[in-house]
């Protein structure tokens, strides 16, 4: 045991990756496909600390695993100079960055009234909120996807869902783009703005929980809060936060994701054509190659709980391990010609990446894979010689890529 110890290298002799996790080098996947066949493991600096990243898919089991590691909580906001406030706050109280009984409370009453079947019977919703966009913009010209249609959308079924006006749209997603920016890296000088937008976010969502208090609808927030009462085990604040948290897993990563899924398949003609073709048996292929390709959520981090051997590097308890999505959705020991696009693909794996891995995997999967499929269906069946018009669209590096934009004319 002794020679095995002293044979490992220790968390000191991890490579240093001295690099922006604003540059958009940091999401390069030519970088990751070099350091992936050089080392599985290197570290990255962060504002007051660093972070290890994993590169290879055959550690994810091991790194999310409850026995090894557990979900960040408020570490990386301190880390950015973050100890109070609404971002605190917010951090502080959703289920996302809960670990144990409180991850459990926490998301109980969500996965109880948010359920999969449920979100199954959204697809003639989301069909029909796609159709909706599609004639808005059918033989009109270019116009801005990103905007217009991908951020519409998922907003659009949200505020359905939740009960909310069209009216109230515009306002809501801005505060839903601004909340989004509060889980990763702050900027800055974008938190004063981030933290007025969750703060009117709260208050709105606040008056959602009184109404449907005082006046039940039969709705998902009816019974979200119908659960959270007979729990009687979750805050005031909780309760709001599995809310806000909710509305953007289904929003924010769906709209990115939606624009570079189209973009890609439009890349590939005969993909498309394919698509076109059979909207409805392919619609699922395209959305798990669009989600594997070019993944909108950068990473899973996690913080060690005891000493841990990584592929001959021994991590120390209280070190933040992340996998890096992008690096293990491109790793060739998982897939066949990973750099390749290709909806046909047979290795894509039971459960996709993408949305996350182990207990805290995204709550809004369901509705976020019906969103993507019945989107892509929709434009194959109603709108098949679309084209993507001017500059290509980029995602913007982060621990949640943004979509920069994209100019698309519905034909």
């Known amino acids: 045991m002794a020679d095995t110890a002293a044979a490992l290298k220790t968390y000191n002799d991890i490579p240093v990756l001295d690099w922006d996790l604003q540059d958009p080098q940091a999401s390069s996947y030519v970088l990751f496909k070099d350091l992936r066949e050089k080392t599985p493991l290197v570290k990255v600096p962060m504002g007051m600390g660093s972070m290890v990243m994993a590169l290879r898919g055959r550690m994810v089991d091991q790194i999310v695993s409850p026995e090894n590691t557990r979900q960040l909580e408020t570490e990386m906001k301190m880390m950015q100079g973050i100890f109070d406030g609404p971002i605190f706050d ?20 969500v996965a109880r009234t948010f359920a999969f079947k449920l979100m199954e019977a959204m697809r003639p919703k989301a069909d029909a909120v796609a159709t909706e966009i599609i004639n808005e913009h059918l033989g009109k010209g270019p ?58 976010f709260n208050a709105y969502v606040d008056k959602l929980l009184a109404d449907r208090r005082a006046n039940p609808r039969g709705d998902f927030l009816s019974d979200y809060v119908a659960a959270t009462a007979a729990s009687g085990d979750m805050t005031e604040g909780e309760i709001r936060a599995q809310v806000v948290g909710l509305i953007l897993a289904g929003s924010d990563t769906t709209r990115n994701s939606m ?11 005969d993909q498309w054509a394919a698509l076109v073709a059979d909207p409805d048996n392919l619609k699922k292929k395209a959305a798990e190659e669009g989600l594997r390709y070019e993944p909108v959520v950068s990473g899973i981090p996690r913080v060690t709980t005891q000493d841990m051997e990584i592929e001959g590097f021994l991590i120390p308890p209280g070190a933040i ?31 996709h990446l993408a949305f996350g891995a182990g207990a805290h995997r995204c709550a809004g999967e369901a509705l976020a894979r019906v969103e993507l499929e019945e989107t892509l269906a929709a434009i194959a069946r109603l709108a098949p010689n679309t084209r993507v018009v001017g500059q290509h669209p980029k995602l913007q590096p982060g621990a949640i890529r943004t979509v920069d934009q994209i100019q698309v004319e519905f034909a």
């Not at 009960?163 to 997603?173: H, N, Q, S, T, W």
Request: hydrophobic fraction near 45%; proline fraction near 6%; charged fraction near 25%.
């Open 90 to 109: 917010f951090v502080a109280q959703v289920m996302l960055f809960a670990n144990g009984e409180v991850h459990q409370r926490r998301r109980q009453p």
């Open 143 to 200: 116009f801005d996807f990103l905007k217009e249609f991908a951020a519409q959308l998922p907003a659009r079924i949200i505020a359905d869902i939740l009960g909310i006006p069209r009216a109230d749209l515009p306002v809501f997603m801005k505060w839903i783009s601004d909340t989004a920016e509060s889980i990763g890296f702050v900027d800055v000088e974008r938190r004063a703005g981030i933290e007025q937008s969750l703060t009117d």
């Open 259 to 269: 624009c570079m899924t189209l973009f890609q398949l439009l890349q590939h003609p």
């Open 321 to 351: 391990v992340a996998v890096s999505i992008l690096s293990v959705l491109r790793d060739p020991e998982i897939y066949a010609d990973p750099e390749t696009f290709n909806i046909h693909r047979t290795d894509q794996q039971r459960w």
